[in-house]
């Protein structure tokens, strides 16, 4: 029996999913689209569709975008949505892969950025490419892809993720005032090479401050760095990002093993985040494959920008599905889940320097102040994962939303994150040590 399915996550009942895609606030619903293979193992990229008037539950909607036209007919890549006199507006980049002997990579690729729209967000018109290979600055590679569009001050804006001939990895910036002309005004770039490659860029203002998100591949791993064969994160922008704006830091949004390609819209004064919890590439699996799909996304999150870094927490939604609350064991330090639940939200506070947690027969965390880390481990059902860690020298309180086959651990009131996917083999259990106590909650789902 397959145990894993997800009970509040997004996920595919059948073939592959990847990153999400135009999210936005269409008619009464919000809306996420994402990177959809009929086999769990990948292939030929289509839009899967889902809306929701609650960011909890979702109903399918058909496919939204398909790989049907010469200008993209090796995949509707990733993008975005804008709203727009009551119209949908989609863009993505239409991949298309010339016949004949290229490496694709420095040749031999299309990049079409189409612009599509949708008057009921159901139904796509066949869209139109407003940008090709030519209109992209010179000097870059065949891989230019994930437009991300935005508006602001009476203009439009779209961030596109490339690689130069160079391997270098970066953002170029478009303008326009109609949503079909659009003009490279800039690129953002670091002096420093960081990776060969930035994929799924996003740019938006929250509390006052501009970020540049982006996932740049390539980087070299160490202890606390890109454990992970892609990284996620983001820069913060010092300046107008219009004119001379400048990128400082990378820092990482997440220390798991599975968080990538995060995307985020705004709707009602909230900046939402939604991310796949899956790694492109990467040396470990997911057993679901057997049952014929593959990958998830991330909770909704809500994002915050304090104390020069962003903050994600689980959206407030997550608390009204709060139901039973399961009291703490003192005699065997643990919480017993009795009966089969799978939907778990755990709220704890930390009161020493030392702890550990053991979720089910599957994951390990342990903190150690003086070591100044938070060690991520699994005891079994990794499929290939092993270890990750993250840096901090004092955790005040930890929130760690737990389904079926996932965990995402929020540290310091989501300071720092770690997202992971796990498969255990029993849920009867979350055995606690040191001076860490809380509130363990099922979710009504
Ligand atoms: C990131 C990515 C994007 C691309 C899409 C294709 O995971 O490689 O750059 O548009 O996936 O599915």
Same mark, same amino acid.
């Given at each position: 029996?397959?145990?894993? @399915?997800?009970?509040?996550?997004?996920?595919?009942?059948?073939?592959?999913?990847?990153?999400?895609?135009?999210?936005?606030? $269409?008619?009464?619903?919000?809306?996420?689209?994402?990177?959809?293979?009929?086999?769990?193992?990948?292939?030929?990229?289509?839009?899967?569709? *889902?809306?929701?008037?609650?960011?909890?539950?979702?109903?399918?909607?058909?496919?939204?975008?398909?790989?049907?036209?010469?200008?993209?007919?090796?995949?509707?890549?990733?993008?975005?949505?804008?709203?727009? &006199?009551?119209?949908?507006? !989609?863009?993505?980049?239409?991949?298309?892969?010339?016949? #004949?002997?290229?490496?694709?990579?420095?040749?031999?690729?299309?990049?079409?950025?189409?612009?599509?729209?949708?008057?009921?967000?159901?139904?796509?018109?066949?869209?139109?490419?407003?940008?090709?290979?030519?209109?992209?600055?010179?000097? +870059?590679?065949?891989?230019?892809? =994930?437009?991300?569009?935005?508006?602001?001050?009476?203009?439009?804006?779209?961030?596109?993720?490339?690689?130069?001939?160079?391997?270098?990895?970066?953002?170029?910036?478009?303008?326009?005032?109609?949503?079909?002309?659009?003009?490279?005004?800039?690129?953002?770039?670091?002096?420093? @090479?960081?990776?060969?490659?930035?994929?799924?860029? =996003?740019?938006?203002?929250?509390? #006052?401050?501009?970020?540049?998100?982006?996932?740049? /591949?390539?980087?070299?791993? #160490?202890?606390?760095? $890109? /454990?992970?064969?892609?990284?996620? #994160?983001?820069?913060?922008?010092?300046?107008?990002?219009?004119?001379?704006?400048? !990128?400082?830091?990378?820092?990482?949004?997440?220390?798991?093993?599975?968080?990538?390609?995060?995307?985020?819209?705004?709707?009602?004064?909230? @900046?939402?985040?939604?991310?796949?919890?899956?790694?492109?590439?990467?040396?470990?699996?997911?057993?679901?494959?057997?049952?014929?799909? /593959?990958?998830?996304?991330?909770?909704?999150?809500? *994002?915050?920008?304090?104390?020069?870094?962003?903050?994600?927490?689980?959206?407030?939604?997550?608390?009204?599905?709060?139901?039973?609350?399961?009291?703490?064991?003192?005699?065997?330090?643990?919480?017993?889940? +009795?009966? &089969?639940?799978?939907?778990?939200?755990?709220?704890? /506070?930390?009161?020493?320097?030392?702890?550990? !947690?053991?979720?089910?027969?599957? *994951?390990?965390?342990?903190? =150690?102040?003086?070591?100044?880390?938070?060690?991520?481990?699994?005891?079994?059902?990794?499929?290939?994962?092993?270890?990750?860690?993250?840096?901090?020298?004092? !955790?005040?309180? +930890?929130?760690?939303?737990?389904?079926?086959?996932?965990?995402?651990?929020?540290?310091?009131?989501?300071?720092?994150?770690?997202?992971?996917?796990?498969?255990?083999?029993?849920?009867?259990?979350?055995?606690?040590?040191?001076?860490? @106590?809380?509130?363990?909650?099922?979710?009504?789902?």
């Amino acid at each position: 029996m397959n145990n894993w @399915r997800q009970k509040y996550h997004i996920e595919p009942k059948s073939g592959w999913l990847n990153d999400p895609n135009g999210l936005c606030f $269409f008619k009464g619903y919000y809306h996420v689209f994402y990177q959809y293979a009929y086999e769990p193992t990948g292939g030929n990229k289509y839009w899967a569709h *889902l809306k929701s008037k609650d960011l909890i539950n979702w109903e399918e909607a058909p496919i939204f975008l398909s790989p049907e036209y010469d200008y993209n007919k090796n995949g509707a890549y990733s993008g975005s949505a804008i709203i727009k &006199d009551d119209i949908m507006h !989609i863009f993505y980049t239409g991949n298309v892969k010339k016949d #004949g002997d290229f490496d694709y990579i420095y040749e031999g690729r299309e990049n079409n950025t189409v612009h599509v729209t949708s008057k009921d967000g159901i139904n796509a018109d066949s869209g139109k490419v407003v940008m090709y290979n030519k209109d992209y600055p010179e000097g +870059l590679s065949c891989h230019v892809r =994930d437009p991300k569009v935005f508006e602001y001050e009476g203009k439009y804006y779209m961030v596109i993720g490339a690689r130069t001939m160079e391997d270098k990895g970066e953002v170029l910036v478009f303008e326009s005032e109609d949503l079909d002309n659009w003009k490279h005004i800039r690129t953002f770039e670091t002096m420093a @090479r960081i990776g060969y490659m930035w994929e799924c860029p =996003d740019l938006f203002e929250i509390n #006052g401050q501009w970020i540049l998100m982006a996932c740049p /591949q390539g980087l070299e791993g #160490g202890k606390y760095e $890109f /454990q992970n064969i892609y990284s996620c #994160g983001y820069f913060i922008i010092e300046g107008d990002f219009r004119t001379n704006g400048f !990128i400082t830091e990378y820092k990482e949004a997440d220390f798991g093993f599975d968080f990538y390609a995060p995307q985020t819209f705004v709707h009602d004064g909230r @900046r939402l985040l939604l991310g796949w919890m899956g790694m492109p590439d990467a040396s470990y699996t997911n057993p679901t494959i057997e049952y014929g799909y /593959q990958h998830c996304m991330s909770v909704f999150r809500e *994002l915050d920008f304090a104390n020069n870094t962003l903050y994600m927490k689980p959206v407030k939604e997550f608390e009204h599905l709060r139901k039973e609350l399961f009291e703490y064991d003192e005699e065997n330090t643990s919480y017993k889940v +009795l009966d &089969d639940k799978r939907a778990f939200d755990l709220e704890l /506070q930390n009161f020493g320097d030392r702890f550990e !947690i053991e979720i089910f027969d599957t *994951l390990k965390l342990d903190f =150690d102040a003086g070591r100044g880390d938070l060690e991520l481990s699994f005891i079994a059902n990794g499929y290939g994962r092993e270890k990750r860690f993250l840096r901090t020298k004092s !955790i005040e309180n +930890l929130r760690l939303m737990i389904d079926a086959s996932s965990v995402e651990i929020f540290v310091n009131d989501g300071k720092q994150v770690m997202s992971t996917r796990m498969y255990p083999s029993e849920y009867k259990e979350i055995k606690v040590s040191g001076n860490i @106590r809380g509130m363990l909650y099922s979710l009504d789902i």
